[in-house]
C-alpha cells in the first residue's frame, strides 16, 4: 500500500470538459481550473493507484471527516471522485468502458508534450488523450466530507476525437449553398 496521494495517471486517459487556458468559476464563487479524466476501465496500473491514493487521503484526515460526536464515517459513506461512466453516464458514448474522476486546481495546470514542451493553446481541446498528474486530498466542511481531486499538470499525448459536441459551419449551412448570393451581396 502506498502513502502517496499524488498519482501520475496511464498515457489512454482522456480530457473531457478540459478547462486549462483560463478559469472558470465554481459553484463556490472560486475561479479554477479543471477537466474530467476518463481512465479505461482496462488501465488497471492506474486504478490501482488511485484506489491506494484515496484511501491515504482517507486513512490521513479521519478525525477530519469524525462527525461532531468523533463518529469516523467509513470510506463508503463519504464522497469518493472516481465514479464509473457506464452507470453514471450510460447515454454518453464517450463514457462507456470508463471511469472518470472531476479534478481541478486554483492554479494553471501546464500542459506538455511527450518531450515536455508547452503545447500551443490551440491545441488543447476536450478530447485529448495523454497522462494527468493529480493529487487526492480529504475535505470537511459542514455535513460535506468526501475525497477530492486536484489537477497539478497535463501531458498531452495523442490527438483524440474532440469532445465539444459543436457543429462546423459546413455542417449547419451545408444545405443552404447558393453561389448566385455569393456574387452578388444577395441581391437579385
Known amino acids: 500500500m502506498s502513502t502517496e496521494t499524488r498519482v501520475i495517471t496511464g498515457a489512454k ?7 486549462v487556458k483560463r478559469p472558470r468559476i465554481d459553484e463556490g464563487g472560486k475561479l479554477k481550473y479543471g477537466a474530467c ?3 479505461p476501465k482496462d488501465d488497471e496500473e492506474t486504478l ?13 484526515a479521519k478525525e477530519m471527516l469524525a462527525d461532531s460526536n468523533g463518529v469516523i464515517p467509513s ?3 463519504i464522497k469518493v471522485p472516481i465514479k464509473d461512466g457506464d452507470v453514471e453516464k450510460p447515454d454518453d458514448p ?10 481541478s486546481s486554483l492554479y494553471r ?5 511527450a518531450q515536455l514542451e508547452a503545447v500551443p493553446e490551440d491545441e488543447i481541446y476536450s478530447g485529448m488523450i495523454g497522462r494527468a498528474s493529480i493529487t487526492f486530498f480529504a475535505y470537511a466542511m459542514y455535513d460535506n466530507k468526501g475525497i477530492g481531486c486536484a489537477l497539478n499538470n497535463i501531458q498531452k499525448l495523442y490527438e483524440g476525437k474532440r469532445m465539444d459536441r459543436r457543429r462546423t459551419a459546413a455542417e449547419d449551412f451545408g ?3 447558393d453561389a448566385s448570393l455569393m456574387r452578388n451581396g444577395g441581391e437579385e
Do not use: C, M, Q
Open 175 to 177: 444545405e443552404f449553398v
Open 48 to 60: 490501482d493507484k488511485i484506489s491506494d491514493a484515496v484511501w491515504t487521503a482517507y486513512e490521513t
Open 13 to 19: 486517459t482522456r480530457f473531457a470538459y478540459l478547462n
Open 94 to 103: 464517450d463514457y462507456a468502458g470508463h471511469y472518470f474522476i472531476n479534478a
Open 37 to 39: 479524466l476518463l481512465i
Open 75 to 77: 470510506l463508503e459513506d
Open 109 to 113: 495546470p501546464e500542459v506538455v508534450n
